[in-house]
């Protein structure tokens, strides 16, 4: 696999970004009777009340429960319908503007449970070198970068460094964006308040960085200094 840990490191100018996994399960089965407005509003954002009202049919039928495969399942398939639309032309640069984009948005509007799922349904596309993981990457930093309340930075950070305390090997697409995340000044990682809330959650930060980053990689960023982005 590509060595991810290089200052000079670019996803974008990897020739396996191009490159689709093989997708053998029913993506659409789980979405039942949200596909065929899915579609509409992908295709023409029509209808136009298809994003206000998304939530409520992303619960279980009756319940108060989120129907977490229908979750997992919407976000596959936005993104591989995003990733059409795009063809991996300067992801990162043109995913704001896009309906996809305006749906996985909308995810961050639930509950801490509801919100928790989604961006578990994200990271889980954060695998090996492929054009879902450079999607999924870039929709998680453009999440934390757009999300105006810092429980919802909190929280993506959560989700990507529950998956990176475990034991190594870690996913290859996870490391990625969470070294973009802290070493890349447009997000100001070390700057929010959850990084620094206590010294034993400080020194878990520092720890996994430090396995991500090399030394004088990590006291730049950590220090305030500045680094390129990707």
Not at 43 to 59: A, D
Not at 104 to 114: A, E, H, P, S, T
């Amino acid at each position: 696999l590509p060595d991810p840990f290089p200052s000079n490191f670019k996803i974008d100018l990897l020739p396996e970004i191009s490159q689709s996994p093989v997708v053998l399960s029913n993506v659409a089965g789980p979405l039942g009777s949200i596909r065929s407005d899915l579609d509409s509003y992908l295709k023409g954002r029509q209808p136009s009340e298809f994003v206000s009202g998304l939530l409520p049919r992303l619960y279980k039928d009756g319940t108060n429960d989120v129907d977490a495969p229908r979750i997992s399942s919407l976000v596959l398939y936005v993104g591989i319908q995003g990733l059409a639309r795009l063809q991996n032309s300067q992801i990162a640069h043109t995913l704001a503007h896009t309906p996809e984009m305006e749906v996985l948005q909308k995810l961050m509007d639930f509950d801490d449970r509801g919100r928790y799922i989604s961006l578990n349904a994200i990271a889980n596309q954060l695998r090996y070198p492929s054009s879902h993981t450079h999607y999924f990457s870039c929709v998680m930093l453009f999440l934390f970068d757009e999300a105006k309340d810092d429980a919802i930075k909190e929280q993506i950070t959560r989700v990507l460094l529950e998956r990176l305390i475990v034991h190594r090997p870690h996913p290859w697409g996870l490391l990625i964006t969470f070294i973009e995340l802290i070493k890349n000044q447009k997000y100001q990682f070390w700057s929010h308040p959850f990084t620094r809330c206590a010294t034993e959650i400080e020194k878990v930060f520092e720890s996994v960085a430090r396995s991500c980053m090399t030394p004088a990689s990590l006291r730049a960023v950590t220090s305030g200094g500045s680094d390129d982005p990707q």
